[in-house]
């Protein structure tokens, strides 16, 4: 997928932010619609409803957040089914092309593909039982149903539906290191500043990059296994979503990451790999020259502005 920027419109279609909305993208054949429940009257009512798509339900249960993907021919005849049948779900997202141009076996494909990528991610737990085989398509009708998610993907997030956001990244990995190792991978000529954290003996148990906005541990890097009282429930929910994905593995007393992890900021990946709430601009420090994050932070805003 390729990092050139691409425009986004969304329209909200009552003026609220939190209502009805959809979402189109310049040269790309599909259309989003999002619904919260309490507008599915509304939603069902529209042109695209009635189209060929697939459809995600997200919602809660007693045991917390919880999704389910499926596809019709006629999404508006589904839904309504589901509006009578299933009882926990508070937003619906209906996908479709704009033209209505769709088929059975394309649906099949995209159904499946999104149930795959949201059991791998594992951000939100599938009511859907096992996952719908691929439809058989050609060569060439895969490659566009592919090219279709690589947009979906980018849309998805940006209208609030984070169930498949991986944060899995593909950057080069880096085992941790001992000190004497962290100074060798500091030495080494590369563009971004890398980061490492010291538990409380002092042993460097995890390093990281940020890239594009995202603060990348490395694979390798070890977290601790305890939480205490001060850990957030969105740290130790994330904890298990890891662990479920297999992104991060118990070994050797210790939790370790085994795929390169995008986190929003410092503290957030210093709260999941400490197991409390931590000033991760002050935990994390630059492996060459052992700044705090902060300090480092500064230096970079002081040369764009001198």
């Known amino acids: 997928m390729t990092n050139a920027g691409r425009s986004l419109e969304l329209f909200f279609v009552d003026g609220r932010a939190d209502g009805m909305l959809t979402a189109e993208v310049f040269n790309w054949t599909g259309h989003v619609l999002r619904t919260p429940r309490t507008q599915i009257k509304e939603a069902l009512a529209r042109p695209e409803a009635g189209f060929t798509g697939v459809y995600v339900l997200i919602g809660e249960d007693q045991n917390g957040p919880r999704a389910y ?139 990281a990059t940020l890239r594009l906005g995202e603060f990348i541990v490395h694979k390798g890097s070890r977290a601790s296994i305890a939480v205490r009282s001060s850990c957030s429930e969105g740290t130790i929910r994330k904890r298990q979503q890891l662990l479920n994905a297999k992104s991060v593995v118990e070994n050797d007393g210790w939790l370790e990451f085994v795929d390169d992890f995008a986190f929003r900021t410092p503290s957030g990946a210093a709260d999941f790999i400490n197991g409390y709430s931590t000033n991760g601009r002050i935990a994390w420090r630059e492996l060459e020259t052992g700044k705090t994050f902060a300090d480092w932070e500064a230096a970079q805003l002081d040369d764009v502005t001198q």
């Open 69 to 207: 993907i499926g596809e019709a021919e006629d999404m508006r005849i589904r839904l309504r089914d589901h509006v009578t049948n299933k009882d926990w779900w508070d937003d619906a997202i209906l996908i479709s092309s704009a033209a209505n141009n769709l088929h059975k076996a394309h649906i099949k494909y995209l159904e499946s593909r999104l149930v795959e990528i949201a059991r791998d991610v594992a951000h939100t737990p599938l009511e859907n039982g096992n996952t719908p085989p691929r439809s058989s398509l050609n060569e060439a009708a895969r490659a566009n149903m592919e090219s279709f998610l690589d947009t979906l993907m980018m849309v998805l997030p940006a209208i609030r539906v984070d169930l498949f956001l991986s944060k899995k990244s593909s950057s080069k990995s880096f085992e941790s290191a001992s000190s004497d190792e962290a100074n060798k991978i500091g030495s080494q000529s590369n563009t971004e500043t890398r980061f490492h954290l010291k538990a409380g003996k002092g042993e460097i148990v995890a390093t």
